[in-house]
């Protein structure tokens, strides 16, 4: 099939003032696409318009847009926007997050907005965009991230967790309900990165840069593949695997969950994730 990712074709990149989606609409723009940037008013997203609008060929078709992904209605206008200016969106990257909340106990509101931001920003994407796309009868992408911790669940930041994990599962029916419907040319998948330099925070040696991120997702996209894991600079792919099916094994093996933690697992770990 051919590639989505080509001239002429409108992507929308939400969470694109920082980071990984900062840097798939700066490679979008530089292979032509007609894009719109999508986040809160700052000057981050400022700064980032002019700078992917550096990689387009005509900056013009560089849009950026100020919307909250946790309201729907803002996403309905979002839609009718780049309806208005670039046509029928091709690609949809689900790509913005909070971190607010994080311990168990930590305020309720934070934990509110976490799940407002991350899941439900997804849903509301997805309603916003995908029937259109599917309507279209065109080739389409939608693109949810994920996170490693969503399927191992490490101890720390447990709303942060829940939501990641409510992706994982949301995008897998995504999945089956588009393959299995009127435009099974429009697919889902889940991009689940390894430890990368996000934000504005400090890069250090071992995390990848959201480039790296990008490298990665697209031609595994183009290939087909649903579940997008990517390494980094410590943890390789067999690592990942291990860990993977350590924490499902808690399942079906009756272990305590999060048994890599528990304590009274350690040697057994160590003998099954021997990296």
């Known amino acids: 099939m ?18 990984i989606g900062r840097a798939a609409a700066h490679r979008f723009a530089s292979l032509g696409m007609r894009v719109c940037m999508v986040d809160l008013t700052s000057d981050d997203l400022d700064d980032a318009l002019s700078y992917v609008q550096g990689a387009a060929p005509d900056p013009d078709n560089v849009m950026a847009a100020n919307a909250d992904v946790a309201d729907m209605s803002q996403m309905r206008k979002l839609r009718d926007a780049v309806k208005g200016r670039f046509g029928p969106v091709d690609v949809l990257m689900n790509n913005a997050v909070t971190r607010v909340g994080a311990g168990f106990w930590d305020d309720l509101e934070d934990w509110h907005r976490a799940v407002d931001v991350n899941l439900w920003g997804v849903i509301h994407g997805v309603r916003a965009f995908v029937p259109d796309m599917i309507a279209s009868g065109k080739p389409g992408v939608v693109i949810n991230m994920g996170s490693k911790q969503g399927i191992t669940n490490p101890p720390g930041n447990s709303v942060y967790n829940l939501t990641k994990a409510a992706i994982k599962s949301f995008t897998e029916s995504l999945q089956h309900h588009l393959r299995t419907g009127d435009n099974p040319a429009v697919t889902a998948h889940l991009v689940i990165p390894g430890w990368t330099t996000g934000g504005k925070r400090e890069h250090k040696p071992g995390a990848w840069l959201p480039d790296q991120v990008v490298d990665e997702m697209l031609p595994r996209i183009e290939n087909g593949d649903f579940y997008i894991v990517c390494p980094d600079g410590e943890v390789t792919r067999e690592m990942d695997r291990t860990r993977i099916l350590w924490s499902a094994g808690d399942i079906t093996e009756n272990r305590p969950p999060l048994s890599r933690w528990h304590g009274g697992f350690d040697d057994a770990f160590k003998a099954f994730d021997p990296d």
């Open 2 to 19: 051919e590639s989505v990712f080509k001239e002429g074709n409108v992507a929308v990149v939400t969470g694109a003032a920082l980071g």
